[in-house]
Nanobody, 117 residues
């Protein structure tokens, strides 16, 4: 099994920045891709950004050019640097890890990001 713990959420004004961290523990050797999802009130959970073990990245159109995902394999940690934040970025952000041979998909507990206008 894989355990994920997020940190770094909070309240920020529009235009500001936050960096989210997600530390993985347990069967980390099984992890292939990791990513960040978010869920705003009344909306479905959506993929924000993802990164493979090889470093390939994916970004949702809504965050391209503003968010950067990175991964420190030695620390089993993935980061999401969020710049030029907008009120519509307000959501609970969840870390996700894909470990096909170790329980499948794993989720963190979520961290709240609130962007005030």
């Amino acid at each position: 099994q894989v355990q994920l713990v997020e940190s770094g959420g909070g309240l920020v004004q529009a235009g500001g920045s936050l960096r989210l961290s997600c530390a993985a523990s347990g069967d980390t050797i099984c992890i292939s891709a990791m990513g960040w999802y978010r869920q705003a009130p009344g909306k479905e959970r959506e993929l924000v950004a993802a990164i493979t073990s090889g470093g390939s990245t994916y970004y949702a159109d809504s965050v391209k050019g503003r968010f950067t995902i990175s991964r420190d394999n030695a620390k089993n940690t993935v980061y999401l640097q969020m710049n030029s934040l907008k009120p519509e970025d307000t959501a609970v952000y969840y870390c996700n890890a894909e470990a096909p041979l170790c329980g499948g998909v794993h989720w963190g507990q979520g961290t709240q990001v609130t962007v005030s206008s």
